[in-house]
């Protein structure tokens, strides 16, 4: 098992998460321009998107207040925005609060990982997926049957509850954004899942299957 990559997996799904949470902070825009990849890596191009913006925009300050305006437009609201950040929104035909909802509690239930903190977030929000599969990560690069478990639940989340509405989500987020960032991340988010699970399929191949791991549908 690739310890590295294991760790940069921990890394990785903490950013996405972070880059999911309003407001965005001014560390956060600061781990995205430092951020670096192979120019060969299916995440460069929504990266490079990303930094592009970054640098177009000479001072932070300004750039964050920017983007937090349009994070606002596109994901907050009030009322409904261009891109639901909601599994529910796209799999229970709009609606909020579905049975997308429920399943991701059932998960994070039987890992003990309620988020921390104060908290007002559905718990199909993309962040709080995200930040699930942070966690399992964070797990996964321990010694021992936790970590095997971790990264059999982790495919297993993947494939039943974020990637089943990942690609419309970020589709609306990049058909809708007037800023590049935005585009950018969208581009990058969906890579960065579907290159994980891709790996995970590949480090898992030879170990023990998991009767946990069974592909089935939550809704």
Known sequence: MDLQRMQ??????????????????EA?????????????????????????????DG????ALDALNIEMTRLLEGPGLTPAPP????????????????????????EWQAIPAG??????DHVALELGFLAYLAELS????????????????????????WLARFCTALSSAAADPFFR?????TQAAVEADLAWLDEALADLPV??????????
Not at 8 to 25: F, I
Not at 59 to 62: D, L, M
Not at 146 to 161: D, N
Not at 184 to 188: I, M, Q, S, T, V
């Open 118 to 123: 104060p908290t007002h977030l559905p718990e």
């Open 86 to 109: 909601y599994a529910s929104y796209y799999l229970h035909r709009g609606q909020l609060m579905g049975p997308p909802a429920i399943a991701a509690r059932h998960a994070y239930l």
């Open 8 to 25: 940069e997996r921990v890394g990785l799904y903490s950013l996405l998460r972070t880059l999911y949470v309003y407001p965005l902070q």
């Open 28 to 56: 956060v825009l600061d781990a995205v321009a430092h951020l670096e990849l192979p120019d060969a890596s299916p995440l460069h191009p929504g990266l490079h998107e990303m930094q592009a913006r970054l640098r177009a």
């Open 59 to 62: 001072a932070r300050a300004a």
């Open 141 to 164: 690069v321990r010694a021992g049957a936790v970590a095997q478990k971790a990264l059999y639940a982790s495919r297993t989340f993947l494939r039943q509850q974020l990637l089943p």
């Open 210 to 219: 998991e009767t946990t791991d069974a592909t089935s549908t939550c809704c």
């Open 184 to 188: 950018g991340l969208a581009r990058f």
